[in-house]
């Protein structure tokens, strides 16, 4: 199956600061890439879907001037939180869908956010 | 966005088949089933995709019946490793439409 890598897995920050999260295609151009957070022992909640070359679309609840997206590129979408604080640490998954890839949306392996 | 139904939880053995069946009474004609893995502090992991009837690959089979408002993944002979969760989602990836989770079934495969 296609591969979606993200960078870094696990990341500390501290309170205040904006840390940047990577999300991958390594063998398919992505068309579409979703975000999601996930905490301890529940599902994952999508946060936007951003479209290459296009503004991401936020769901609802979801501060797009705190996370920002972009998607410059077929093969990397950026996750940025500006302005950390604790209640932002949790798990941040992406996922990402292409022509190569079909039905299938595949997804990263995940990325650890702890702030201080 | 068709909205999907497990059951929470599932205990099984070690060496049996497992049978975790999903309800989307409200599938769209182009969507697609697709069933994902996750293990803790990981990304879901694809197992297996289907549109219709039966399709199987090397670790699951997916049954899914003519009216396609279910869909059913078969795990054969579950071993320790396979205790994770388990999520059905449902859309059309061709499309690129967006897709929700629900809140999965954790299977426990016992020794």
């Known amino acids: 199956g296609a591969v979606v890598s993200q960078h870094p897995s696990r990341v500390i920050c501290k309170s205040g600061t904006s840390v940047k999260i990577e999300c991958r295609s390594l063998?398919?151009?992505?068309?579409?890439m979703f975000w999601y957070r996930q905490f301890p022992k529940q599902s994952l909640m999508l946060m936007a879907t951003s479209n290459e070359g296009s503004k991401a679309t936020y769901e609802q609840g979801v501060e797009k001037d705190k996370f920002l997206i972009n998607h410059a590129s077929l093969t990397l979408s950026t996750l940025t939180v500006t302005s950390a604080h604790p209640e932002d640490s949790s798990f941040y998954i992406c996922?990402?869908?292409?022509?190569?890839?079909?039905?299938?949306?595949?997804f990263g392996e995940g990325s650890w956010l702890t702030v201080v | 966005l068709a909205k999907t139904t497990q059951p929470i939880s599932m205990d099984s053995y070690e060496g049996q088949e497992v049978n975790i069946t999903c309800s989307h009474n409200?599938?769209?004609?182009?969507?697609?089933i697709t069933w994902y893995q996750q293990f803790p502090s990981q990304g879901p992991r694809f197992i297996i995709q289907g549109y219709k009837t039966k399709v199987t690959n090397e670790v699951a089979s997916l049954f899914i019946p003519a009216d396609r408002k279910s869909s059913t993944l078969s795990l054969p002979r579950v071993s320790l490793s396979d205790t994770a969760v388990y999520y059905c989602l449902v859309g059309s990836g061709g499309g690129y439409q967006k897709v929700t989770f629900g809140i999965g079934t954790k299977l426990q495969v016992i020794p």
């Open positions: 996922s990402a869908a292409g022509t190569v890839s079909g039905n299938t949306i595949y």
């Open positions: 063998d398919f151009q992505a068309t579409t």
């Open positions: 409200n599938i769209a004609t182009n969507d697609y």
